[in-house]
């Protein structure tokens, strides 16, 4: 299957999982089902979700085995969304092209809607482990708990808070996106590696292609806000030097950030050397993300 | 022992193993690990991690056992204070006497460290599943993740936001309190019994009696909103009729209350009649419960 095919293949099996994950059946509070799902079915790239079916391809692990654990990834993904747009937070009107979640449902569902995804996820994990597999999948879990939290995205997110308005020097921005976007990134690509069983020395590999390709994803991000356009981002760009954030572009230039993003994501590639053509996606993947307009 | 020494007994257990709970080191965001001990050590009852070290003893499990399900509780339980006080929510200058998580570190710093309890609660029980007992202990993380999220506490606080400024009836107070207060208490109760290897009777029983815990709690709480003070409560007492909240007193007044307090309890510890003297805490404290002050 080529590149493009794949990927709709395995946002159609995410988008599907999504849609009827909520639980909800209960009418006194039904509102709080459609703030979540709002979000949620929001659209996106699914690239995390993505790379955990991936990598269990790699080891010819059927994508039920591990979709409950990447669709937890996406809730935790799109609950840091929710809370980063609050008015106390980034302030930002619009998410993908569409009002953000508190612009629709009020400040204080955009609060609860997120605390619920972020508990759906791990009540989602939690009961898939209680199928089968259940200590790689605890394992799983646990590094996904530990990348989402206050020494993973969350830790990211604080250093972010702390740099607006100041300039950061480059240990500090390395530091907050490695947390920030990286550890998000990184988390399915592991835990998809430990629940298909995958050895010391692949762990190993698939990790550091994650983590640059994670690094990627953000340099591109920091370039897209400067040369994108509201009608391919679907947001603002220019957000960050509004916000006087630090950034690799304002750390770098333009196009000394345009090389690194070359180097990290080459560098990334190479890590897959020993997987051959069963890492094809992941390859195209990371070589899709430089290119990416949005 | 007597109540109030091993209340205090569970307490010391509980607050050494809090304080001590917050794996962050990073110098970048060390704020963070302040803004979460601020509120995670704030003091309060620690009631529902004592439900927890309190049901284990029944099965003379030792705390150690339970002490990482009992803190993350009250993980849970704390996060959701610090969102619930946000300015958003209730909008809240005091808790316990004490100036609110937002108050003392901005609002964007309480959002975020609301969500790193939440998430340190999964990494903390995880962790602790993977040292043993973990299909016990991945079944009481089941419970409770569905008593913390869209299902339980997450969705009576929904109920709570919807029912502001307009009257509603006593189905929709019940399925509220169940939900935000409830599912909360019957957590430490229900997991502690699971870890702890409780048969089905003994389950069903400790379950009941925690419902019932749960719902005489919330009719104090009403009580206390109307007749407490400030200084005993360390927040101002009469913010549900502020806010226009329908509560138990609003709805059969404060006599009819006050019986329907000592029914709920009478009833709650009739549950327990099977364990003799091993339950001989959670009696006292149902007691304690109607007389509290705050």
Known sequence: MIFTQKQAFYSTIVEESLANSIPIENPYYIRLKEAMLYSLMAGGKR??????????????????????????IEMIHTYSLIHDDLPAM???????????????????????????????????????????????????????????????????????????????????????????TGALIKAPVEASAIISGAGEKEFAALSNYAANLGLAFQIKDDILDVEGSMEE??????????????????????????????????????????????????RELATALVTRSN
Do not use: W
């Open 47 to 72: 690239l995390r979700p993505s790379l955990a079916l991936a990598t269990a391809e790699i080891f010819e692990i059927e994508p039920r085995e591990v979709i409950a654990f990447a669709c937890a």
């Open 90 to 180: 980034d302030n930002d009107d619009y998410r993908r092209g569409k009002l953000t979640n508190h612009k629709v449902f009020g400040e204080a569902m955009a609060i609860l809607a997120g605390d619920a995804l972020l508990n759906l996820a791990y009540e989602t994990m939690i009961k898939d482990a209680l199928t089968g597999n259940s200590m790689a999948k605890l394992k799983a879990m646990e590094v996904i708990s530990r990348c989402a939290g206050s020494l993973g995205m969350i830790g990211g997110q604080v250093i972010d808070l702390n740099g607006e308005g100041r300039r950061v020097d480059s240990d500090e921005l390395k530091a907050m996106h490695k947390l920030k």
């Open 233 to 282: 981002m679907g947001k603002k760009p220019g957000s960050d030097a509004q916000s006087d954030k630090s950034t690799y572009v304002t750390l770098y230039g333009l196009d000394k950030s345009k090389q690194l993003l070359q180097d990290v994501t080459g560098e990334g590639i190479a890590f897959l050397a020993d997987f051959g053509s069963r890492a094809d996606f992941l």
